[in-house]
Each structure stands twice: as C-alpha cells, then as structure tokens.
C-alpha cells in the first residue's frame, strides 16, 4: 500500500512539474511526459542487430568511437551534418567524424532527412508525433514542426510504412543521444528524389526552421557493392561537390551515373536547406568504405562524413536586411496594374478563358524593358521565368512572363486550378545589362548577376544573394553553378560577366 502511494505522489509531483514548467525545459518535460504516455512509439526495429541492443555497451561503443577523432574546429556556425547509415561495425567510426563536431553543443530541434529502403511512396514523409524509441531512451518529436511541414507542402505526408522497417534515420539516433544528450526530433524519410522533390524539401524546411536553434542532418552511404578502386573513384565524385557545395551538380552528376548515394536525395535537400540557412561552406570529413573494416576489396560500400557551415567570413560580409535592387521610378498604381496583368493571365489560362486585351496608358509601362514573374505556392517557388533583354513593352512582358512562368517552367508541372488561390507573384524590371571585368563592382543586395562562356549561360536575379545570405564570391559561385560552368568559372578569363539590377515588388 504505502508503494502505490509512492508512486502516485510521484505521479503528480511529475504532472505539477509538467505544468508549472516554463521556457525550453518546461516544453521539453511536456513533450517527453506526452511521448512516453502516447501510443505512437516508433519501437527500434535494429538495435541488438545494426548496434548494440543493451544500453551500456552502446553508449560505451559510440564514446569509443568519438574519442578516436581528432579535434577539429569549423571555423562558423554548423548548420548541417552527412552521416553515413550502414550497421556500426562498418561505419560507426566514420559517422564519428560528423557528431564529434556536436560535442559541447547544444540543439533544441534535429531535422533528420533519409532515405527509404523498403517502401516506395511519392514525395517525403514525416513520423507526425509521438517518438523514437533507442535503447538510450525515448526521442521526443517535434510536433508543432511536423505539423507545419504538411501544412507547408503537398509533398510531405505522414506515411507509416516509410518509418515501419527504416534502419537509415533510426541509427542517427544513438549518435545523437549520445553526443546532445537531450534534443526533439524531426524525422524525415523520402521516397522520390529528384531534383523537384529536393528542391521543395529543402526550401520547407528552412523556412519552418528558420530562427530556431535547429541542426539538419541528412542520412546517407555511398556506391554500393563494387571492387575497392572502382568504388573509390565514384565516391570521389560526391566528395568534390559536397566540398564544393554543390548540390545541383550532385543531382546531374548522380542521375548521369557518374557517381552513387542510396541517399543522395537526402543530401541534396540538406544542402539545399543549409544554403538558405546561411551555410556557405561545405567540407568531407572524412571517407572510408567496407573494406578498410573488413579487408575484403571485392566487394565494397563506401561511407562519407562532412559538415556544412557559415563560415565566420560569411557572418560579417553578407548584404543586411533591407529594400534589394533599385527604385526605377515606377508608382504604386503602375505596380499594381503589372501585377493585375500577371494575375489575371494565369487565372484566365487555368480556367480556359479567353486572356484580354489590355488597355495601358502608363508611358512606363510602354517602356521597353526586360523582366521575370515568379510565382510561389505558400512561399515555396512554382516557376520563374524571364527575358532579360528589353525587346518589348514592360506590360506585354510581364503578360507573357506570366503564362511561361506558371506554365512552362521545365522544372515544375503546370500550375492547376485547385492551386490559385495558394499562390503569389513577385515581378522583377530589370535595368540594362552591363559587362565588368572586375567582381568587385558588384554589390550584394543590389546587383544581379548573368554569366556566359561558350554555349552555357545562367542568370541570379539581386533578391537570391539576400534570401540565401551569400557574399560576392558565394553569389559568383552560384551564378556558375546555374550556368551548367564549374563553381570557379567565374575567374576564367573565357567567361563573360554581366551585371543588372530590377525594382522587385
């Protein structure tokens, strides 16, 4: 009697506690009080098989392993870690490299993103509420992010079979436990991963972590089941374009065959997310694969280890926060009619009427100028398109810009009609190009920037730079990127360099 009486004065201590709690270690007690008592555990479907399944020699084999690395300091703030998923025999030391970075540190939200290995489903999938249960404990999850997530876009959903049987985001979690101790998780497995379903990922979820003092983490091993050198050398592709933080020449580099990731979905929409996070810098820590565990060179698996970070360089030379572009002296009523032109093309194409002919008297809007219309769903980009030279009148190519953009973007579908009402439209007038051969005329925050060399060519309007945080050279190195060039083209003497600004509204 006196044992249940014990236990229930304990009981409600907990519960007084729970709700008197305030701040960050109130809402962390709720939530894990809330995990514990719900239904929804995701149990651990590879402890005692993929890592150990007692609580003390796990903890003790992944302090080993992170007492092996080395120190090594990241000049800036991490914002994203890559971390291999095999079992810990094979590559728990080389996952080491990544969260030896962690310890010390201290993260409220960890955003894992990674791939699926035994359900095929469209899109992106959250584990909505409830935890993960390791041997080292429950991991609470971070609802109200999950939630948001969905809210934010049609393709992240909450499938069970996606989190049923996964071993690839589940191992992150012992690592994690061991190295933050207490955190709330964000649990993320794809099912697609083309460039489109890493695009819109990368983009949510930096914007509904953004301001919160968050770590993105994104799952994934290397070539599979190739003799030691071939491996090697396909693994090396990956390397140079994490280390050149270049996720769009990851995507064209894996999807021609020239290298392998049975994550490299995750990869790009973490790089993507850390770039609009402020990361500027990426850097391998380091790669081994199976047969430098196992010996055997026949057949192997490789594994990667890295960070992506702001560098210090980065937090003092980025554009502070205000108008971007220039005033091109057009008016508020001339604003609104272009944007009523935009508006009114694409609602009278996806409804299958007739677009008008439209009467303008504004000798501005007669002015022949070039422009892009870019059109979002919820904050997140549907399509942009644009003439950057001025060959026609500015209304007649906001009205043509309109239609491209909504409808005729490669990157995207056709914007449908259960869509309009989600949607936003942002007009940029350009001014006239002009060549420079000296990058330090160009200015953050101000400038855009459009490159040429040979047949390739790519154009960054001036709000890019200031919405992803870059500095010149991380603005030259992505402006090269779209031009299908190297990220370090922009020196080349070949390579012609054009300069433009556009009132954006």
Known sequence: MKKWIFALALLLSLILCVTSCEGNIGRWIKERWKAMTKKNIRESVIAGSWYPGDRTKLTNDIKGY?????????????????????????????????????????????????????????????????????????????????EALMKKSTLIKSIPKAHAQEHSLEIQLPFLQVALGDFRLVPIVMGEQDLRTCEELGKVVAEVIKGKNALVIASTDLSHFHPYKEAVALDQVVLKRVDAFDPKGLSEDLGKGRCEACGGGPVIAVMLAAQALGADQGEVLHYANSGNVTGDHSSVVGYMAAVLYKSAKAQTTTHKKGKVGVDLGLNEEEKKTLHEIAHTVIWNKVSGKEVPEFKITSER??????????????????????????????????????????????????????????????????????????????????????????????????????????????????????????HDAWKDKDTRIYIFSADIF
């Open 66 to 146: 992170l007492a092996q690395i080395p120190e090594h300091k990241i000049e800036g703030d991490v914002i994203a870690l890559i971390a291999p998923h095999a079992g810990y025999v094979y590559s728990g030391q080389v996952a080491a490299y990544s969260y030896k970075l962690l310890e010390g540190k201290k993260y409220d939200v960890v955003v894992i993103i990674a791939p699926s290995h035994r359900a095929y489903f469209k899109g992106a999938s959250v584990y909505p509420a409830g935890g993960y249960r390791t041997p080292l404990g429950i991991v609470p999850i971070a609802e109200e992010i999950t």
């Open 365 to 486: 809007l007669k002015e022949l100028r070039g422009a892009f219309v870019t059109v979002t769903k919820k904050g997140t980009l549907r399509g942009c398109i644009g003439h950057i030279r001025g060959t026609k009148p500015l209304y007649k190519t906001v009205e043509e810009m309109a239609e491209a953009a909504a409808f005729q973007d490669p990157r995207f579908p056709p914007i449908t009609k259960k869509e309009l009402n989600d949607l936003g439209i942002e007009i940029s007038v350009l001014t006239p190009f002009k060549q420079i051969t000296d990058v330090s005329e160009i200015e953050v925050g101000v400038h855009g920037i459009y490159m040429e060399r040979g047949f390739y060519s790519g154009l960054l309007l001036p709000q890019v730079a200031t919405e992803y945080g870059w500095d010149r050279n991380t603005f030259l190195e992505h402006t090269c990127r779209k031009a299908g060039l190297p």
